[in-house]
């Protein structure tokens, strides 16, 4: 009976050891598996960036190029936060949002950086050699805002056709129409979008009648039509702005691979054009900046050094 007890300790000992094994073995190589998916896979999941913009065609142009640069180049999973310009930038503030590459500066988001003062981070211009104000067919005869008297009004109902509310350009806008005294001689800045915006001033354009938008460079719709901006002597809409990478304090910490391309990323109002005129002709926006930044591997590639 002695003997039947220590035969069965033994085999039990095996079985105890044998296993013991098998876990040793499961660190060494199976187990290393588990920690890697541990801190690999942890590691891929803090690899995200969530990228805020507006919808104005410039913006749909830039924000999808980085997406492309971020997900194929460096392996992040980017999630697009289409929003207003207010929210857009209190997202940045609050970290709900970690970039975007749609500030308009100095004069077009001037408020929201009042307000946000040491809420982010400014990595400064991306793109320079914007601008924005009332834009006209040139077949128009009007070449300042100072022109908009009743005659001209009776041509366009007395509408000036905007973009979406809340938007820097519509606050710029509200400012011309209390400068220039437009409200009070009955013009109306009409609430859009900047896809409403440019199918009225297409239409228009094709049929060669008057229409007046709030626009801004750069834009395919100068590239596919002939318009020209109303001076503005009072300077409301300020001088060329350029467009500003923004991001959330901290990103430099979390995602120090991303922030380094998103300090880096620079582009010019052609490379933007060439974006903005192909989802135009009819490419998904995906489509369109996977199409640039395939032909342009030597600027990506300088952005990723």
Same mark, same amino acid.
């Given at each position: 009976?002695?003997?039947?007890?220590?035969?069965?300790?033994?085999?039990? !000992?095996?079985?105890?050891?044998?296993?013991?094994?098998?876990?040793?073995?499961?660190?060494?190589?199976?187990?290393?598996?588990?920690?890697?998916?541990?801190?690999?896979?942890?590691?891929?999941?803090?690899?995200?960036?969530?990228?805020?913009?507006?919808?104005?065609?410039?913006?749909?142009?830039?924000?999808?190029?980085?997406?492309?640069?971020?997900?194929?180049?460096?392996?992040?999973?980017?999630?697009?936060?289409?929003?207003?310009?207010?929210?857009?930038?209190?997202?940045?503030?609050?970290?709900?949002?970690?970039?975007?590459?749609?500030?308009?500066?100095?004069?077009?988001?001037?408020?929201?950086?009042?307000?946000?003062?040491?809420?982010?981070?400014?990595?400064?211009?991306?793109?320079?050699?914007?601008?924005?104000?009332?834009?006209?067919?040139?077949?128009?005869?009007?070449?300042?805002?100072?022109? !908009?008297?009743?005659?001209?009004?009776?041509?366009?109902?007395?509408?000036?056709?905007?973009?979406?509310?809340?938007?820097?350009? /519509? /606050?710029?806008?509200?400012?011309?129409?209390?400068?220039?005294?437009?409200?009070?001689?009955?013009?109306?800045?009409?609430?859009?979008?900047?896809?409403?915006?440019?199918?009225?001033? $297409?239409?228009?354009?094709?049929? $060669?009648?008057?229409?007046?938008?709030?626009?801004?460079?750069?834009?395919?719709?100068?590239?596919?039509?002939? !318009?020209?901006?109303?001076?503005?002597?009072?300077?409301?809409?300020?001088?060329?702005?350029?467009?500003?990478?923004?991001?959330?304090?901290?990103?430099?910490?979390?995602?120090?691979?991303?922030?380094?391309?998103?300090?880096?990323?620079?582009?010019?109002?052609?490379?933007?054009?060439?974006?903005?005129? $192909?989802?135009?002709?009819?490419?998904?926006?995906?489509?369109?900046?996977?199409?640039?930044?395939?032909?342009?591997?030597?600027?990506?590639?300088?952005?990723? $050094?």
């Amino acid at each position: 009976m002695k003997k039947n007890k220590t035969m069965v300790f033994a085999a039990i !000992l095996a079985v105890l050891v044998l296993l013991a094994g098998c876990g040793t073995n499961n660190n060494g190589n199976g187990g290393s598996n588990t920690d890697n998916a541990g801190n690999g896979g942890s590691s891929d999941k803090n690899k995200s960036i969530k990228l805020a913009y507006v919808a104005w065609d410039s913006e749909i142009a830039s924000t999808n190029v980085v997406k492309e640069v971020l997900e194929t180049k460096l392996g992040y999973k980017v999630e697009m936060l289409q929003v207003d310009a207010g929210p857009m930038w209190t997202g940045i503030a609050d970290g709900s949002a970690d970039a975007m590459v749609a500030a308009w500066l100095p004069t077009t988001h001037e408020s929201y950086v009042n307000e946000l003062e040491g809420k982010f981070e400014d990595l400064g211009p991306n793109l320079s050699g914007t601008k924005l104000g009332l834009v006209v067919p040139a077949y128009m005869d009007i070449n300042s805002i100072e022109d !908009l008297n009743a005659e001209v009004g009776s041509t366009v109902d007395n509408t000036i056709i905007g973009i979406e509310p809340g938007a820097g350009l /519509m /606050m710029k806008t509200e400012e011309v129409f209390e400068q220039y005294g437009l409200q009070d001689n009955g013009w109306t800045l009409m609430e859009s979008s900047s896809a409403a915006m440019a199918k009225a001033l $297409q239409d228009a354009y094709s049929k $060669q009648e008057p229409i007046i938008v709030t626009g801004w460079t750069p834009h395919w719709k100068f590239a596919s039509m002939d !318009l020209k901006y109303l001076e503005d002597p009072k300077g409301i809409y300020g001088e060329d702005e350029q467009i500003h990478t923004v991001v959330r304090t901290g990103l430099k910490d979390d995602q120090p691979e991303a922030y380094a391309f998103l300090d880096a990323f620079n582009w010019s109002p052609d490379d933007m054009a060439e974006v903005m005129m $192909q989802i135009v002709e009819g490419a998904s926006p995906e489509d369109a900046a996977k199409a640039w930044v395939e032909a342009n591997a030597d600027k990506v590639d300088a952005w990723l $050094q």
